[in-house]
């Protein structure tokens, strides 16, 4: 039975569903921490990007030897969070961490159980009090099956490819808005498919399209949701 003073709130969903912003901001409104989780395994995937040779890391399959020696990637390397900021090794790559190719290695990385085992183990300790806002695929059902509140923040996949390309953009980063939709239905694919902690909703998880709300409804939706105390 959970006995925590304060609540866990899950917030689950694909990529480009606005997770970021919404859980940010419930947070900051709540007076709780908040952690990206997604930020976790792209920080690990950025790591990985430095350390092994880019072809040894491509599609369709992780390379057998790079598997072998995560474990000892994982232990050998620092995640911290400062406020929004996340720090691999002391150095800051909140925006490195951005990358496409990055995310798209994160997503990767994630299905691999060497990894997610260690990430879990990260998150459900860095959660473990209470008062935390996190977000990420598997929070509700997999990392905090008994957190107090759970959300899966959903959209449009079109819609979700316009957000993610306009953050590119913004960036200076010239890609296609094609190319993104393409991405995004691929990613949703792997995770959806995967074997291990596959995306899904939790049975008793709030569902929110956030589609045709932009993320102060979602917010305020989310918050009058936690207020009146009561679990889906």
Known sequence: MTTRERP???????????????ARALASALG????????????VALAASLRYNPSELDDPAISPAIVQHLGELLDSISITFAGERIALDGRD??????????SDLASRLSALAIVRE??????????????VVMEG???????????????????DVTVRAARRWAELHAKGDPVIRAE??????????????????PLKP????????SSALDA???VALMKKHIESGQRV
């Not at 709780?32 to 920080?43: K, S, V």
């Not at 695929?137 to 959209?155: N, Q, S």
């Open 180 to 197: 993104v939709l393409a991405q995004l239905r691929e990613r949703d694919r792997r995770d959806q498919e995967r074997t291990l902690a």
């Open 118 to 131: 260690r990430m879990c183990t990260l998150q459900r300790a860095a959660g473990a009090a209470g008062g």
């Open 93 to 102: 790559v909140s925006d490195a961490i951005t990358a496409p190719a990055i």
């Open 202 to 209: 939790a049975p008793d998880a709030l569902i929110v399209d």
């Open 8 to 22: 866990v709130i899950a917030i689950d969903g694909p990529v480009g569903a606005g997770k970021s912003t919404v």
């Open 216 to 218: 102060d409804a979602v």
């Open 137 to 155: 695929r598997d929070i509700g059902t997999v990392i905090f099956p008994d957190a107090e509140f759970k959300f899966y923040l959903t959209a």
């Open 32 to 43: 709780f921490d908040h952690l990206n989780t997604g930020a976790m395994y792209r920080a």
